[in-house]
């Protein structure tokens, strides 16, 4: 089992950036793929990245290709959505994921296929 706790969510302007981080417990990180979902008032909960378990496969949703960037630190237990050029369609809470796979290269983007959920962070861009 793991436990997440996101942090570094906050009220921005638009254009601005934000590093959002999510600390795991447990002695296995390096086991899960991970990953990054939001949720707008009135809104489904929104993939917006995941990363593999080696760091070295990512998918993003479209509308935020090139302004945001995930990556881990396997060490640390931490995974970071790092978000730039911040809109205010950006707003919203930002939750971390978290499944155990096999498959090293793996990466998950349906919220159906992660087990464990961070409690999330606001994020509020203002324009």
């Known amino acids: 089992q793991v436990q997440l706790v996101e942090s570094g969510g906050g009220l921005v302007q638009a254009g601005g950036s934000l590093r959002l981080s999510c600390a795991a417990s447990g002695r296995t990180f390096s086991s899960y793929a991970m990953g990054w979902f939001r949720q707008a008032p009135g809104k489904e909960r929104e993939f917006v990245a995941s990363?593999?378990?080696?760091?070295?496969?990512?998918s993003y949703v479209d509308s935020v290709k090139g302004r945001f960037s995930i990556s881990r630190d396997n060490v640390k237990n931490t995974v970071y959505l790092q978000m730039n050029s911040l809109k205010p369609e950006d707003t919203a809470v930002y939750y971390c994921?978290?499944?155990?796979?096999?498959?090293?290269?793996?990466?998950?983007?349906?919220?159906?296929?992660?087990?464990?959920w961070g409690q999330g962070t606001q994020v509020t861009v203002s324009s």
């Open positions: 990363i593999s378990r080696s760091g070295g496969s990512t």
């Open positions: 994921g978290a499944r155990e796979v096999i498959t090293i290269e793996t990466v998950l983007t349906s919220a159906y296929e992660y087990r464990y």
